[in-house]
């Protein structure tokens, strides 16, 4: 063969043995064995036809410590499983590299314009007016990390992207259909900054022909640089962008505690009228019933604090928090999807009791997770190797 190194004949040396895991356990195989005397270097082709890993796993193998990997609490509960399950031994090690080195390919396809499957364009559903629609998210959350030698780190934030199509309240929804299995729905994730982020989205937005929805809408906490990250990458002018009102409300809950910090059932119930207001309402309605509010004379720091926390966020997105009118528009006002892809996308497997992470393998998991979370096909088209080679988004100016 010719060595790709130095472009020379390797001549062949031997048929060798070798042994790699496979989904039905070990198997021992002989290929050819070529050797470059130029560069010292000894080269088996077939091992990268037949796309053996690094960690000597066959596809398969690697597909299924991936998963459990990925999908388990840890990666010692995978390894764990993953025996119980298909009679595959690795190690908690060879598991944990595999779905990292798993997470840096995907990483890479993404930084190189590849997306998995084929270009599509999603069913957008229509909204009161019969305009259809397509919704955005981002948010950060946090992840613990481990400094070098074990020491601990500032956590480091992931963010949590997304392009998805919600299916609509019943008045809006179409016909005779049953309503789809789960959420549709495309996320990014990784330790990235948002400037690396803005045309990952992008791309995956175009990959699902977002150009077709004749609305974009935004949702995003109130959270530093997420506004401004929407309006920059999905500029129309039109753009709607909404104060995803799970966050929102939140606010209102942690507020109702602090008035209420002996008694719960009142903190629930204060937060529901709060809450209900909020949405009935709108956001410059409950900031202004909060200011005449009848506090307590004496209050503690707590209330205090809580009060001019929701002061400063609801001045701050008071713009975006117009839910009657979204509402009326037929439009979702977040209240899940934004914190559940956070939670099922990153939180669950990154945030455990007690779990430390170094910064490349969160990030490197990050992408496994988000792909294995995504709309049905996505997992498979990557490991079938279907991919659609994008070149970069224009940012709409
Ligand atoms: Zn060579």
Request: glycine fraction near 10%; charged fraction near 25%; aromatic fraction near 10%.
């Amino acid at each position: 063969m010719t060595c790709p190194d130095c472009d020379h004949a390797a001549a062949y040396h031997a048929d060798r043995e070798r042994t790699v895991v496979s989904i039905l356990g070990p198997v021992r195989y002989k290929r050819a064995y070529y050797y470059c005397r130029r560069c010292g270097r000894g080269m088996a082709p077939f091992d990268e036809r037949a796309a053996i890993t690094q960690r000597a796993l066959t596809p398969g193998a690697e597909q299924l410590a991936t998963l459990a990997g990925g999908v388990c609490d840890s990666f010692e509960r995978g390894a764990g499983l993953l025996g119980e399950m298909s009679g595959v031994r690795l190690s908690e090690s060879t598991v944990e590299r595999t779905t990292e080195d798993v997470g840096r390919r995907i990483e890479g396809c993404l930084a190189g314009g590849i997306l998995f499957g084929l270009a599509v364009v999603w069913k957008w559903y229509a909204d009161a007016r019969g305009r259809s629609v397509a919704y955005l998210t981002l948010d950060a959350t946090g992840t613990r990390q481990q400094g070098p030698n074990g020491s601990k780190a500032e956590g480091r934030m992931a963010y949590v992207a997304g392009v998805y199509n919600p299916y609509p309240d019943e008045y809006l929804r179409p016909p005779g259909k049953p309503p789809p299995p789960c959420l549709q729905a495309r996320y990014l994730s990784g330790l990235y900054s948002l400037e690396e982020l803005g045309p990952l989205l992008r791309r995956q937005a175009a990959h699902v022909g977002m150009e077709h929805a004749e609305v974009w809408i935004a949702l995003t906490d109130g959270g530093c640089g997420l506004e401004e990250f929407m309006r920059m990458n999905f500029n129309r002018v039109d753009l709607v962008l909404i104060l995803d009102f799970w966050h929102a409300a939140s606010y209102l809950e942690e507020l109702a505690r602090a008035l209420h910090p002996a008694d719960e059932e009142a903190a629930l119930k204060q937060a529901e009228q709060w809450c209900g207001l909020l949405k009935r309402e709108g956001g410059a309605t409950t900031l202004a019933a909060l200011e005449q509010w009848d506090w307590p004379a004496r209050q503690s720091a707590g209330l205090r604090e809580q009060r001019e926390k929701v002061r400063s966020y609801f001045t701050n997105n008071v713009h975006r928090m117009e839910y009657p009118e979204y509402l009326a528009e037929g439009w979702q006002i977040g209240s899940g999807v934004v914190e559940s892809a956070c939670k099922t996308v990153v939180g669950q497997r990154l945030k455990g009791a007690g779990m430390r992470w170094g910064e490349e393998g969160a990030h490197a998991v990050c992408h496994v997770r988000a792909l294995y979370r995504s709309e049905k096909g996505q997992w498979a088209a990557f490991w079938n190797r279907q991919f659609t080679r994008k070149t970069p988004v224009q940012q709409r100016m």
